[in-house]
T-cell receptor, first 113, second 113 residues
Framework: DAGVIQSPRHEVTEMGQEVTLRCKPISGHDYLFWYRQTMMRGLELLIYFNNNVPIDDSGMPEDRFSAKMPNASFSTLKIQPSEPRDSAVYFC???????????FGSGTRLTVV | AQSVTQPDIHITVSEGASLELRCNYSYGATPYLFWYVQSPGQGLQLLLKYFSGDTLVQGIKGFEAEFKRSQSSFNLRKPSVHWSDAAEYFCAVGSTGFQKLVFGTGTRLLVSP
């Protein structure tokens, strides 16, 4: 298995632009999670899905952030408009229903200038 | 709500020496506990997990951890550290019914020659 695949690995964008981060979970995993990692706040859970349905989005910082999972093999995290304080590493992770170990992707390093 | 405390931000250990990384959790019921390792520029990799049973769990790369309910702790240990163990280590707790993990702030391990 190729693991959890995230794209792009790095993204540099200007303030005000729309940014879309992508994630392909491991096939057969029922849960998908989006985390954000910063030096100041550590790892924060933004949102997670179960069987493509958003379950808890209480960690999404603002309305500028949105996430979708149109099918079992793809999810996006969108920031519109982006701001410099959104600069962070964004991780996607997935896990099966009955195995509690997450598998993380390699992350997307977002820099908003 | 569950929470995790990793009291040590940085730890430096000499190569070949033993290692113990501390983790304390807060959760009313029996927790699910995890240790993850993150190498620079990489995602998080699962080292080991505890759900129930034997309170001493073995993981990959020669790591082990011991669950102590009376101390609300789940400390990570390794008898002899290698230079390649230099990384950031995260403890995490999951709730009963377990859907999402809450991570500690991490401990950065430095290995000196």
């Amino acid at each position: 298995d190729a693991g959890v695949i995230q794209s792009p690995r790095h993204e540099v964008t200007e303030m005000g632009q729309e940014v879309t981060l992508r994630c392909k979970p491991i096939s057969g995993h029922d849960y998908l999670f989006w985390y954000r990692q910063t030096m100041m706040r550590g790892l924060e859970l933004l949102i997670y899905f179960n069987n493509n349905v958003p379950i808890d989005d209480s960690g999404m910082p603002e309305d500028r952030f949105s996430a979708k999972m149109p099918n079992a093999s793809f999810s996006t995290l969108k920031i519109q408009p982006s701001e410099p304080r959104d600069s962070a590493v964004y991780f996607c992770a997935s896990r099966p229903a009955k195995n509690y170990g997450y598998t993380f992707g390699s992350g997307t390093r977002l820099t908003v200038v | 709500a569950q929470s995790v405390t990793q009291p040590d931000i940085h730890i430096t250990v000499s190569e070949g020496a033993s290692l113990e990384l501390r983790c304390n959790y807060s959760y009313g019921a029996t927790p699910y506990l995890f240790w993850y390792v993150q190498s620079p520029g990489q995602g998080l990799q699962l080292l080991l997990k505890y759900f129930s049973g034997d309170t001493l769990v073995q993981g990959i790369k020669g790591f082990e951890a011991e669950f102590k309910r009376s101390q609300s702790s789940f400390n990570l240990r390794k008898p002899s550290v290698h230079w390649s163990d230099a990384a950031e280590y995260f403890c995490a707790v999951g709730s009963t019914g377990f859907q999402k993990l809450v991570f500690g702030t991490g401990t950065r391990l430095l290995v000196s020659p």
